[in-house]
T-cell receptor
């Protein structure tokens, strides 16, 4: 029952460093997405993918890259970390891209940029 | 204006109380509505979908008012374990694809 697996759970970066947050799902879902959650602001969509090879920007894409080479994996890359990217990051997957099915979330990555 | 707005709370209620949360959304074309629950420092999990005719799941009742563009969640006979943040979620459509839009959440604290 793995569902959606995110790694790492915690990370501290120095300003300017790059890193990749990993996300994998084993439910054969076509739609995957990355969110960041900041106090008082709810979850904001960073990037999403409706299938392998297809990605698009969400609400707050600047400073992040994604790719979707397989159905299972959807990594999020921070190109040059900034303190403003300190946040909790959640990866999610849904069965379809129609917006009417349940979203399953990973356990989150708590990122601190110093 | 935020696409999905919720009262952040916190709502502090005693065990056994009935509590209601409201949520408003701005996109009249939205078709799917949900309530998610998020425990402290955990991932959100689906509590229930919200249907046009209203729906109930045990102590939880969800209602949708399309004309006024708001969604409600009623919790009866509150339990300590109901303490969490409740996220109102609405589907939106942009860039050719659907996406889920999350409210900032309403925090509920149930005390003995």
């Amino acid at each position: 029952n793995a569902g959606v697996t995110q790694t790492p759970k915690f990370q501290v970066l120095k300003t300017g460093q790059s890193m990749t947050l990993l996300c994998a799902q084993d439910m054969n879902h076509e739609y995957m997405s990355w969110y960041r959650q900041d106090p008082g602001m709810g979850l904001r969509l960073i990037h999403y993918s409706v299938g392998a090879g297809i990605t698009d920007q969400g609400e707050v894409p600047n400073g992040y890259n994604v790719s979707r080479s397989t159905t299972e994996d959807f990594p999020l890359r921070l190109l040059s970390a900034a303190p403003s990217q300190t946040s909790v990051y959640f990866c999610a997957s849904t069965q379809s891209s129609t917006g009417d099915t349940e979203a399953f979330f990973g356990q989150g990555t708590r990122l601190t940029v110093v | 204006r935020k696409e999905v707005e919720q009262d952040p709370g916190p709502f502090n209620v005693p065990e056994g109380a009935t509590v209601a949360f409201n949520c408003t959304y701005s996109n009249s074309a939205s078709q799917s509505f949900f309530w998610y629950r998020q425990d402290c420092r955990k991932e959100p999990k689906l509590l229930m979908s919200v249907y046009s005719s209203g729906n109930e799941d045990g102590r939880f009742t969800a209602q949708l008012n399309r004309a006024s563009q708001y969604i409600s969640l009623l919790i009866r006979d509150s339990k300590l374990s109901d303490s969490a943040t409740y996220l109102c979620v609405v589907n939106g459509f942009s860039g050719g694809y659907n996406k889920l839009i999350f409210g900032a959440g309403t925090r509920l604290a149930v005390h003995p």
